[in-house]
Nanobody, 124 residues
Framework: QVQLVESGGGLVQAGGSLRLSCAAS????????MGWLRQAPGKEREFVAG????????YYADSVKGRFTISRDNAKNTVYLRMNSLKPEDTAIYYC?????????????????WGQGTQVTVSS
């Protein structure tokens, strides 16, 4: 069982930055791939960014590429999402999730454990 707790969301003006954190329980965090996914009001949940078990491979949705950076600290059982140049369309609830295979995926169904989410609101 893996428990994930997100933090760092909030209200920010367009063009601003936020850093989300996701703290994981369990001693096997370093074997999981991790992802950040989001759900905007009235829209389906979508993939944002992912990172493999070691942190050596990262991948992003086209909509955030060049603006968002995912990273992880396995010693702290934490994964981060640095979000720069935020746009109103980035407004959503952001979730972190764990993929047990370790390599990661852009497919939502590949993520087994999910956090409760943190709200990010970008004002224009």
């Amino acid at each position: 069982q893996v428990q994930l707790v997100e933090s760092g969301g909030g209200l920010v003006q367009a063009g601003g930055s936020l850093r989300l954190s996701c703290a994981a329980s369990g001693r096997t965090f370093s074997s999981y791939a991790m992802g950040w996914l989001r759900q905007a009001p009235g829209k389906e949940r979508e993939f944002v960014a992912g990172i493999n078990w070691s942190g050596g491979s990262t991948y992003y949705a086209d909509s955030v590429k060049g603006r968002f950076t995912i990273s992880r600290d396995n010693a702290k059982n934490t994964v981060y999402l640095r979000m720069n140049s935020l746009k109103p369309e980035d407004t959503a609830i952001y979730y972190c999730a764990a993929e047990l295979g370790g390599l990661g995926t852009k497919e939502l169904k590949g993520y087994k454990y999910w956090g409760q989410g943190t709200q990010v609101t970008v004002s224009s």
